[in-house]
Nanobody
Framework: QVQLVESGGGLVQAGGSLRLSCAAS????????MGWFRQAPGKEREFVAA????????SYADSVKGRATISKDTAKNTVYLQMNSLKPEDTAVYYC????????????WGQGTQVTVSS
């Protein structure tokens, strides 16, 4: 059974930084893609960034491009999201998720970690 555990959220002032972590367990993820999503109050969940476990392919939402870096530590089965120059509009619950090869949807999700950016 896949388990994704996010951590690293918190309260930060605008302009600050946070590094979110997502520890994955339960099976091999070597062929998967890992993604970060976020959901702000009253809004739909939106894509933030994604990375392939194999290789170095990454993608970012326009809203975070240049401010976010997604990375991985395959030895620790952990994916990170470094967020810099945080803005109040980055306030949301951040989720990590796994997409299996050949699928267009993310099948497994973590419980989320709250990020609050104060102005």
């Amino acid at each position: 059974q896949v388990q994704l555990v996010e951590s690293g959220g918190g309260l930060v002032q605008a302009g600050g930084s946070l590094r979110l972590s997502c520890a994955a367990s339960g099976r091999s993820f070597s062929s998967d893609a890992m993604g970060w999503f976020r959901q702000a109050p009253g809004k739909e969940r939106e894509f933030v960034a994604a990375i392939r476990w194999s290789g170095s392919s990454t993608s970012y939402a326009d809203s975070v491009k240049g401010r976010a870096t997604i990375s991985k530590d395959t030895a620790k089965n952990t994916v990170y999201l470094q967020m810099n120059s945080l803005k109040p509009e980055d306030t949301a619950v951040y989720y990590c998720a796994v997409r299996r090869p050949g699928r267009n949807v993310y099948d497994d999700w973590g419980q989320g970690t709250q990020v609050t950016v104060s102005s």
